[in-house]
């Protein structure tokens, strides 16, 4: 978008009510120049040009724009965009547990076959496993829960964001306060998961209606997925 140099437009208005570099609140502003700023031409260049030299976020966007009294817009992710984060995140998880793979391929390999009287396929009892296949199980196992409980519990209850999550851009927050849950939340959202699961996975379906793309377990726990880039958080501090 751009604008016409200040020399052209002339004097930028001023609200009635207000004196020139008055803060102008977002209900006062005039829909034809909405600063915040009275007197002074609305910008959008130039308020992107004055990020600091950083890439400003969607939110330090939107209220250098409309004011920091502007009711913020929320962006509720789509149930599409939050399976296909699932399913990454799956994906993920098995890759943590190749060891426990391994260790049933070899399972198949070293199981010796026979028929019972009645002609059904069945585990000989000759059959010998060695401690390998054992120590493969366990060790995928540990490896499958260690991943689980970094991605799903600590990291998204600190950051709001599971691996899946940072690809896709979405992000799980609290559905009042707009911030990461915590892990011990985290961890309680993961076990209320089973409850999307009833009724047929009904409450896994639940967003394609709800007007804030919710899971049961979401309006358990109180919990929304946003919209938001991980690039797109304000810079700590």
């Given amino acids: 978008m751009s604008t016409m140099p200040e020399d052209a ?8 009510g207000y004196r020139p570099g008055d803060y ?5 502003r005039d829909p034809a120049n909405p600063s915040s700023v009275a007197g002074q031409w609305h910008d959008p260049a130039r308020v992107v040009q004055d990020g600091g030299g950083r890439r400003l976020t969607a939110e330090e966007q939107y209220r250098a724009i409309y004011g920091a009294d502007a009711k913020m817009r929320v962006a509720y992710a789509s149930w599409g965009r939050r399976v296909l984060a699932g399913l990454l995140d799956g994906v993920i998880g098995t890759i943590a547990g190749f060891p426990a793979i391994l260790g049933y391929v070899l399972l198949l390999q070293q199981l010796q076959w026979t028929t019972d009287p009645y002609g059904n396929r069945v585990v000989s009892e000759t059959s010998e496993v060695g401690p390998e296949v054992t120590w493969l199980f366990i060790l995928g196992g540990v490896m499958y829960v260690a991943f689980f409980l970094w991605n799903a519990v600590f990291r998204q209850g600190r950051t709001g964001y599971t691996l899946g999550k940072t690809v896709l851009g979405i992000r799980l927050v609290g559905a009042t306060s707009g911030e990461p849950i915590g892990a011990g939340m985290s961890f309680v959202r993961q076990l209320t998961n089973y409850i999307n699961s009833f009724v047929c996975y009904l409450g896994w379906f639940w967003p394609l209606w709800d007007p804030r793309n919710q899971t049961l377990s979401d309006k358990i726990v109180g919990t929304v997925v946003v919209v938001q880039a991980q690039d797109e958080l304000p810079p700590p501090g």
């Avoid at 437009?9 to 009635?16: I, K, L, T, W, Y």
């Avoid at 102008?24 to 006062?28: G, L, R």
Wanted: net charge positive.
């Fill in 9 to 16: 437009r002339g004097p930028a208005p001023v609200p009635a």
């Fill in 24 to 28: 102008v609140p977002y209900k006062d």
